[in-house]
């Protein structure tokens, strides 16, 4: 095959978000209808750079880049580690990506991704980072994506280093999670820099921003 810009594109987003579903590389790519997207992905995979997984039942099938994909663009050929009761947060955080992307008009490369931030950090004592960064109107954003309750002094413990590290940060909830919510609500006084924003908005405004583009 010959290979496009868009292509390296592809296996960059893979790599930073270590994967992700094909309607979500569709709109990080630009891909102007899915089929076209599927294509080009189908190509990539018949090519060895990409690698396409079924893991979770219910779950659309899960895209890598493969190693041959990672020598291409230049980073480690090493597989990263896909914890399975971490992939509907991951697919969450990519979600809430493509929002900031499309909604905020925030370019890619303004948004680093976890695993770029721990990357930064060098080795040592892995440190909580959140779950990607962005900048935008001469502001540094930190966004934390939170599906199921974590302890209070965690969630606590996180506000905290947010609020010192950066100018805003949003928080990602269900609605339904209201232990969560509570502990952000009885915060909000300390950190005043948090805003809060529901998981189905989020998926709602990716479903339609895929739907606007297909039609």
């Not at 868009?6 to 270590?18: A, P």
């Not at 630009?30 to 018949?46: A, E, N, S, Y």
């Not at 219910?58 to 914890?83: E, N, Q, T």
Request: with cysteine.
């Amino acid at each position: 095959m010959k290979l496009m810009e868009r292509d390296l594109m592809i296996l960059r987003e893979l790599d930073r978000w270590r994967f992700a579903l094909s309607r979500q590389i569709r709109l990080l790519c630009g891909f102007p209808i899915q089929r076209t997207c599927d294509r080009r992905l189908k190509l990539l995979i018949d090519n060895g750079y990409v690698e396409r997984k079924h893991i979770l039942y219910g779950v659309p099938a899960l895209y890598f880049p493969a190693h041959k994909g990672k020598m291409l663009i230049g980073v480690s050929g090493r597989a990263d580690k896909i914890k399975v009761d971490q992939i509907a947060h991951d697919i969450a955080v990519v979600d809430t990506a493509i929002y900031i992307h499309l909604q905020r008009k925030v370019k890619l490369k303004r948004i680093t991704t976890e695993k770029e931030l721990h990357k930064k950090d060098g080795f040592g004592t892995r440190k909580h980072q959140p779950d990607f960064t962005y900048r935008a109107s001469d502001k540094n954003y930190a966004v934390e994506v939170e599906l199921t309750a974590k302890s209070k002094e965690r969630l606590e413990k996180n506000l905290q280093e947010n609020f010192m590290a950066y100018d805003k940060q949003k928080w990602i909830v269900p609605r339904n999670q209201t232990k969560i919510r509570k502990v952000l609500k009885d915060n909000e006084a300390a950190y005043p820099n948090v805003e809060v924003l529901s998981l189905e908005r989020i998926i709602d405004f990716v479903k339609n921003a895929g739907n606007k583009q297909e039609s």
